[in-house]
């Protein structure tokens, strides 16, 4: 009966050890993962560079607010997965737009003192390693509707505080020859089951950047934030 009790409670201890020490594993993957993404990143900015100048379009943006940092205690809630899957759709241009290569992009938000290189993909694999990039979406810059979705509350947390934004906020997507601004029009929460957000804009030669997160503590709805390029 002792050797059962011993096992139990040894099985439990390192049940809890595992529960304990999961979000820091997937903290150090998401920090490793950006590290080796942004080495990438700079590597292929400097090649660009040495080829033709860089492009750039800037405009005067607010001050970024000092913000409280990043809550230990979100980080060790359960994952809360970003699981966008579009409706079936036999439209040819959106399934031509799947074989286009994103860019090497990294996603800045001085408000919000975020940082990160973006990867291509919403699936979970992609979304571990940074904010993913939805591949039937436009890409930065161009014309429809440019797509990034990223996690909250696990691996790297990218997105942790883009609920903090405000009409006027600055979002740019640096590719390595050039560098375009979006300024964010709303910031709302919907349902998980609201694919409207993923549709391009009315105007077909507008430029919008969608920005999708979870909820906190619940996933059952999604953050959307919503910008527009800013002129040149």
């Given at each position: 009966?002792?050797?059962?009790l011993?096992?139990?409670?040894?099985l439990?201890?390192?049940?809890?050890?595992?529960?304990?020490?999961?979000?820091?594993?997937?903290?150090?993957?998401?920090?490793?993962s950006?590290r080796?993404l942004?080495s990438?990143?700079?590597?292929?900015?400097?090649?660009?560079?040495?080829h033709?100048?860089k492009?750039?379009?800037?405009?005067p943006?607010?001050?970024?607010?000092?913000?409280?940092?990043?809550?230990?205690?979100?980080?060790?809630n359960?994952?809360?997965?970003?699981?966008?899957?579009?409706?079936?759709?036999g439209?040819?241009?959106?399934r031509?737009?799947v074989?286009?290569?994103?860019?090497p992009?990294?996603?800045?938000?001085?408000?919000?003192?975020?940082?990160?290189?973006v990867?291509s993909g919403?699936?979970?694999?992609a979304?571990?390693?940074?904010?993913?990039h939805?591949?039937?979406?436009a890409?930065?810059?161009?014309?429809?509707?440019?797509?990034?979705?990223g996690?909250?509350?696990?691996?790297?947390?990218?997105?942790?505080?883009?609920?903090?934004?405000?009409?006027?906020?600055?979002?740019?997507?640096?590719?390595?020859?050039?560098?375009?601004?979006?300024?964010?029009l709303?910031?709302?929460?919907?349902?998980?089951s609201d694919?409207?957000?993923?549709?391009?804009?009315?105007?077909p030669?507008?430029?919008?950047?969608t920005?999708i997160?979870?909820?906190?503590?619940?996933?059952s709805?999604?953050i959307?934030v919503?910008?527009?390029?800013?002129?040149?």
């Amino acid at each position: 009966m002792k050797r059962i009790l011993r096992g139990a409670l040894s099985l439990l201890f390192v049940l809890g050890v595992t529960i304990a020490t999961w979000p820091l594993g997937q903290r150090a993957y998401g920090v490793w993962s950006q590290r080796s993404l942004e080495s990438q990143w700079e590597q292929t900015k400097r090649a660009a560079g040495a080829h033709h100048p860089k492009k750039t379009t800037s405009q005067p943006h607010r001050a970024a607010a000092k913000h409280a940092s990043q809550s230990a205690a979100a980080q060790g809630n359960a994952a809360a997965a970003i699981s966008i899957s579009r409706p079936a759709t036999g439209n040819s241009a959106r399934r031509a737009a799947v074989a286009r290569e994103l860019p090497p992009t990294r996603i800045a938000i001085p408000d919000i003192q975020l940082e990160a290189v973006v990867v291509s993909g919403l699936d979970d694999k992609a979304l571990a390693r940074g904010p993913g990039h939805d591949p039937q979406s436009a890409l930065p810059g161009e014309p429809g509707n440019c797509v990034i979705a990223g996690h909250r509350n696990v691996y790297g947390s990218w997105f942790y505080r883009v609920d903090a934004l405000w009409a006027g906020s600055l979002i740019r997507l640096e590719t390595p020859d050039a560098t375009h601004n979006y300024q964010v029009l709303t910031v709302q929460t919907v349902a998980e089951s609201d694919y409207t957000v993923l549709r391009p804009p009315a105007d077909p030669n507008a430029m919008r950047l969608t920005l999708i997160t979870c909820t906190l503590p619940h996933s059952s709805n999604r953050i959307i934030v919503i910008a527009e390029k800013v002129p040149d």
